[in-house]
Every structure is written in C-alpha cells, then in structure tokens.
C-alpha cells in the first residue's frame, strides 16, 4: 500500500470467501473512523491476471445487508461477488460507507417515508426534499486499487458512473452484470427506477 495513506492490514474468515486479507484505511483516504473504506482481497489477487482481477464495489445499505430487506438488491449483489470471487479463487471487495447514495442514513429513511407517502421512487423522493440523488464518491476505491498495484479489473457492477469514476484514475474497466432476480414487488420497483435513471439492468 501507498506509504502516504495510512492503512490497518489484518485477517479475516468470511463463510462465502474464507481467509482474506483485509486493509482499513485511516488517513489519506478520504475518510476517518467510521467513514473508512475497507478492501477484502481474496486468493491470487497479484499479480493480477491479464484480462483483470475481479472487483465488487459495494456502498453501505444497512437495511439491505443487516437487516435483509427486500426494498433492495445490496446484500444480493454483494453475496453473489463474493460468489463468483470464490469460484475463481480470487477477487477483491472494496466496501465504501457511503449510506443512502451518500447522503446518509436518515436522508435515506426521510426518502423512504416520503417515497410510500407519495408513491414515488426514492430517486424522486430524494429530489423532493433537497437531496442529491447520488452522491457516491468512488476515488477511495481507486487509490485502494492504485496502492495494490492493479491497473486492469473486472467490475462487477450495472452502474456506469462507478466505471466511469475508476477509469478515470487511469485503471483499465471491463464491466461483469451483477444482475439479481427480485425478491418482491418492492425491489423489483426499485430495480425499475434505477433502470431509468441508467444502471444497465
């Protein structure tokens, strides 16, 4: 990792990946403390392989992931990652906290509320009162990536914008659909309004 940016290298055993390598970061990230990114890599990351090592970006959603609602795909998303980083022996999760989009946790539960109240997605529920609809930042992710020495990946991703974001930083981007099948109504109506606001679904 980069000397410049501080960093907390431990191991950890996940039921989906075993032992990997985990890496906190602490200052130069672009967060402290409960904001710090988190990277996972699993099996032989380096070198990476010519065609790119697997990556799984994945936002915070408490709800989703703790809490296993069916208004979202998140938990889904980051399992089957994890998955398929199994099956190739390899890959590397890069865990952003960044609840809500980035607005956090209680614009996400005022989103929420006035998304059932008026009938609308949490996209427009976001505008409505104020938010940006998306205010994720993926330039932790890529200097997690430029300190690991990885110029080629393999996305695992429906979101554009985050490929866009880490090809900026001069990392080469070949997108993997990570599409989920819906659980219930909810998520397939969610599933819908991130479709129209560009994720490939």
């Given at each position: 990792?980069?000397?410049?940016?501080?960093?907390?290298?431990?191991?950890?055993?996940?039921?989906?990946?075993?032992?990997?390598?985990?890496?906190?970061?602490?200052?130069?990230?672009?967060?402290?403390?409960?904001?710090?990114?988190?990277?996972?890599?699993?099996?032989?990351?380096?070198?990476?392989?010519?065609?790119?090592?697997?990556?799984?970006?994945?936002?915070?959603?408490?709800?989703g992931e703790v809490f296993h609602s069916h208004d979202c795909d998140c938990?889904?998303?980051?399992?089957?990652?994890?998955?398929?980083?199994?099956?190739?022996?390899?890959?590397?999760?890069?865990?952003?906290?960044?609840?809500?989009?980035?607005?956090?946790?209680?614009?996400?539960?005022?989103?929420?509320?006035?998304?059932?109240?008026?009938?609308?997605?949490?996209?427009?529920?976001?505008?409505?009162?104020?938010?940006?609809?998306?205010?994720?930042?993926?330039?932790?992710?890529?200097?997690?990536?430029?300190?690991?020495?990885?110029?080629?990946?393999?996305?695992?991703?429906?979101?554009?914008?985050?490929?866009?974001?880490?090809?900026?930083?001069?990392?080469?981007v070949d997108r993997v659909p990570l599409v989920m099948a819906p659980l219930?109504?909810?998520?397939?109506?969610?599933?819908?309004?991130?479709?129209?606001?560009?994720?490939?679904?």
């Open positions: 990792m980069n000397a410049t940016r501080a960093h907390v290298r431990h191991r950890l055993v996940l039921d989906l990946l075993g032992t990997v390598d985990a890496f906190v970061g602490q200052e130069g990230y672009g967060g402290a403390g409960d904001a710090s990114p988190i990277a996972l890599c699993h099996g032989d990351w380096a070198p990476a392989p010519p065609d790119g090592v697997l990556v799984r970006i994945q936002s915070s959603c408490v709800y938990r889904d998303q980051l399992d089957e990652a994890m998955r398929r980083m199994q099956g190739e022996r390899a890959g590397i999760v890069i865990y952003l906290n960044q609840e809500g989009r980035g607005a956090g946790i209680v614009p996400k539960a005022l989103g929420y509320r006035y998304s059932q109240q008026h009938g609308v997605d949490s996209f427009v529920a976001y505008e409505q009162l104020g938010y940006q609809v998306d205010e994720r930042d993926y330039s932790a992710a890529a200097e997690i990536l430029e300190d690991l020495k990885i110029d080629r990946i393999r996305l695992l991703t429906n979101n554009p914008r985050k490929c866009e974001a880490i090809a900026a930083a001069n990392i080469a219930s109504d909810e998520s397939e109506k969610y599933l819908q309004s991130k479709r129209a606001r560009g994720h490939l679904l």
